[in-house]
């Protein structure tokens, strides 16, 4: 295991650019039966609220 001395945050506006992708993944998951619906539904929730 490796420690850090700090918190490392992200920067919502770098992160920005990766939701709309990162969403569509998971709703093709979901789709394909890959990723239970609460599971996709939490991974949706986890974006909205940054």
């Known amino acids: 295991?490796?420690?850090i001395r700090q918190v490392l945050r992200p920067d919502p506006a770098r992160t920005a650019r990766h939701t709309a992708p990162y969403l569509k993944l998971v709703g093709e998951l979901e789709r394909?039966?890959?990723r239970p619906g609460a599971l996709a539904a939490h991974a949706r929730a986890r974006?909205?609220?940054r």
């Open 47 to 49: 974006t909205e609220s």
């Open 1 to 3: 295991m490796v420690r």
């Open 32 to 34: 394909r039966g890959r």
